[in-house]
């Protein structure tokens, strides 16, 4: 039997979730639940982050632009970004201390933990986790962390230097976000999805009952969010292709997700998709994405022939070059649509980008040199002045943990000092 779960007051509680067995739907920001949520929020409207690594870097020529201040000229791989110039900010001149320029130091990009090759080393608090200390009571899920490769790797420790794991699967976190029950109802609900039922089919009735509760734009809102959900189900079943695998006759297992080695950018879309739902319906303020190809495939696209790895260590060889900027300008593609994305989801008159920073960069400076230096760092969102390229020294770079800082003020966390920082950035205002 399917339950609405409302308040008994006109307006609608925060925590108003669609409930049937084995599934449940949480809801975007409507104007009906501001009365509500204000009474429990100093700020109208949740602020959120987005921290994205991608661990083999970015060709320093192609990415940051040879000017600074407001006037600069896109780089290649920041004309995707073309649409968004107002909404974000390129830096350079930025690193970690200590962390220097090898593979390992992906586990460093969010704590600026020192050394990660020498033996006995241990990670420290990762921003994604000192957001979570504050405001992870407030949403379902204190922290997200998800990862495009093999493993369970993540971006995301506690301060004691605990690794968090991260999830892999698109289907694992769609299940984790909408699936609940027990083990017998979860299954029934998986069979549902790979039959071709929408949650939205679940919910048909409730679904017209609340949007006849609530105003126009509100139930505009719902509408939009309704259809993003069922185009998002529709790309899982045939990137999964859930409706192909053969139904088992007693037990069945969650889908098995794609997971060729060359997937490297629908896989990234789908995840980013995944995080966008996540904080659509404020199931977390707090979501890390590692983007992890050390393990060396090649990646499927046209023109590229040799592993991904590979291609960073012959980078001064035209064609190699050519065919990484291939690979590296769709990751930033990836990016654009993302930003996009969260730039058409609205909240009360604000979008979604506007609440959520969303920091792309990586643990490589010049992968083709292990270089640590001059980090490729780009922050959308969240508030920030941004359309500027905010250029540093180039030899004397500042720590990237200032853009921390900055970050955890901007979400009302009054921190002065995080890992390597000296202040918050020079340039990055509000």
């Given at each position: 039997?399917?339950?609405v ?7 609608l ?26 009474a429990?929020?100093?700020s ?20 940051f632009p040879?000017?600074?201040g ?5 780089s290649?791989?920041l ?5 968004l ?8 001149g930025?690193?970690?201390p200590g962390?220097?320029?090898?593979h ?6 969010l ?6 090759t020498?033996?006995?080393?241990k990670?420290?608090?990762s921003?994604?986790?000192r ?12 922290s ?6 093999p493993?369970?790797k ?8 605990v ?17 609940e ?6 299954q029934?609900?998986v069979q549902?999805?790979r039959d071709?039922?929408s ?8 679904i017209?009952s ?6 126009n ?19 899982l ?9 053969p ?7 969650m889908p098995?997700?794609d ?10 879309r ?13 199931s977390?303020?707090?979501?890390t ?14 023109g ?7 291609l ?6 035209k064609?190699s070059a050519?065919?990484l ?6 990751q930033?593609?990836c990016?654009?649509k ?11 008159g ?11 960069g ?18 959308a ?5 941004h ?5 540093f ?14 970050m955890?003020?901007n ?20």
């Amino acid at each position: 039997m399917k339950n609405v779960y409302f308040p008994e007051r006109k307006s609608l509680n925060r925590r108003t979730l669609l409930k049937a067995a084995g599934a449940s739907l949480a809801l975007p920001f409507l104007d009906a639940m501001r009365p509500a949520f204000s009474a429990q929020q100093d700020s109208p409207l949740p602020k959120r982050m987005v921290a994205i690594n991608v661990d083999l870097g970015f060709m320093p020529e192609r990415f940051f632009p040879k000017q600074s201040g407001r006037d600069y000229k896109l780089s290649p791989y920041l004309e995707p970004l073309n649409d968004l110039r107002d909404d974000f900010t390129i830096f350079s001149g930025l690193h970690h201390p200590g962390t220097g320029g090898l593979h390992a130091a992906d586990v460093c990009f969010l704590t600026g933990a020192t050394h990660p090759t020498r033996p006995g080393f241990k990670n420290t608090l990762s921003l994604d986790q000192r957001i979570a200390q504050e405001v992870g009571h407030l949403t379902r899920f204190p922290s997200l962390s998800l990862r495009v490769g093999p493993g369970s790797k993540s971006l995301s420790f506690t301060a004691d230097g605990v690794p968090l794991p991260a999830i892999e699967r698109p289907s694992d976190v769609y299940r984790l976000l909408f699936m609940e029950g027990s083990v017998e109802q979860i299954q029934n609900q998986v069979q549902r999805l790979r039959d071709g039922r929408s949650l939205m089919d679940q919910f048909g009735d409730e679904i017209h009952s609340l949007q006849r509760r609530v105003g126009n734009a509100d139930s505009h809102r719902l509408q939009q969010y309704f259809d993003s959900l069922r185009e998002l189900e529709k790309r899982l079943e045939i990137q999964e292709a859930w409706s192909q695998r053969p139904k088992p006759q007693v037990e069945i297992s969650m889908p098995k997700d794609d997971t060729s080695p060359g997937g490297l950018i629908p896989k990234t879309r789908m995840l980013f998709d995944m995080a966008r739902l996540a904080l659509e319906t404020d199931s977390t303020r707090a979501i890390t994405v590692l983007i992890n190809e050390d393990f060396n495939p090649t990646v499927d696209l046209p023109g590229v022939n040799a592993p991904h790895h590979a291609l960073t260590h012959q980078s001064s060889q035209k064609d190699s070059a050519e065919e990484l900027a291939t690979i590296e300008k769709a990751q930033m593609d990836c990016l654009a649509k993302l930003l996009r994305d969260l730039r058409e989801v609205k909240e009360d008159g604000a979008t979604l980008l506007d609440q959520t920073m969303v920091l792309q960069g990586s643990n490589l400076g010049n992968a083709a040199r292990h270089d640590g230096l001059n980090l490729p760092v780009v922050l959308a969102g969240g508030g920030f002045k941004h359309g500027s390229h905010l250029a540093f020294d180039q030899k004397h770079n500042e720590p990237l943990a200032n853009v921390f800082v900055s970050m955890l003020q901007n979400l009302g966390i009054e921190d002065q000092a995080f890992s390597s920082s000296t202040g918050t950035l020079r340039g990055l205002e509000t």
